[in-house]
């Protein structure tokens, strides 16, 4: 599996990139816990592609280095994505680096996204910038966002948040229907209903999944109730 890791860091060393490190460890940890498969993580810092980024968004043509990028996320099976807080949304060169992904790049694609920045009030970025940014891109982004203010990093809270992102962000690559089990001494991704087989769990592709709750003529079928 490969696992692409963006960071939109600026300083050297950076909280972002820390925190990016912090939730691709723990994702690999998962993904080959709960496989064999082997996980590939390449990690895209934005900060080296800048001017790359600025010269494609007036020419139109993406430099050598660039073009790597842009094709090492369009081929992940798995996305992290971790920007600074700037003006209480993402980074400028965080928003241009995906301006100019192919749109089609990250459909159905599973993404986490995180953020940090020097206060606990800018957390609700997750949710009113990246996770709207996401959608429009149709990605699939992982139910828990993860965000990492100054007072967080060596705090109670931050590795618990990382490790259940994780968790998800695992079992999306591996085409599980899961969650994360309780903090416990593996830690493993538990499958919600997956039925299970000799030597582990069955994988159901999402199509199948999908298609079982289809109503005849189009539509899904709507819930029971709230």
């Known amino acids: 599996m490969r696992l692409v890791v963006v960071s939109a ?8 990139r820390l925190l990016a490190d912090r939730l691709a460890a723990a ?17 895209v810092e934005l900060r080296d592609l800048a001017v790359d ?4 968004l007036t020419s139109g043509f993406p430099g050598r280095k660039l073009a790597d990028a842009l094709g090492a996320v369009a081929g992940a099976d798995g996305l992290i994505v971790v920007t600074p807080v700037f003006s209480a949304s993402y980074s400028g060169l965080f928003k241009s680096f995906f301006d100019v992904l192919d749109q089609d790049a990250l459909a159905g694609k599973p993404v986490l ?19 709207p940014l996401f959608a429009y891109l149709r990605a699939v982004v992982v139910p828990t ?9 060596g705090a109670e809270g931050l590795p ?17 229907t ?5 903090s416990g001494a ?13 030597g582990g769990f069955e994988v159901v592709p999402f199509a199948e999944r999908l298609a079982a709750i289809a109503v005849p003529g189009g539509g899904a079928q709507a819930p029971a109730g709230r």
């Open 145 to 153: 966002a993860v965000y990492a203010a100054s007072e967080d990093w």
């Open 27 to 43: 994702t690999v940890g998962r993904a080959e816990a709960g496989s064999a498969a082997e996980v590939e993580v390449r990690v």
């Open 53 to 56: 980024i600025a010269h494609h």
């Open 186 to 198: 593996s830690g493993a991704v538990v499958p919600r209903s997956a039925q299970p087989v000799a």
């Open 113 to 131: 996204i995180a953020a940090t920045g020097g206060s606990a009030r800018h957390s609700l970025v997750l949710d009113h910038a990246l996770r």
């Open 160 to 176: 618990e948040r990382i490790e259940r992102a994780a968790g998800e962000l695992a079992a999306l690559m591996a085409g599980l």
């Open 9 to 16: 860091g600026l300083s050297v060393p950076s909280s972002t």
């Open 178 to 182: 899961g969650v994360v089990g309780p």
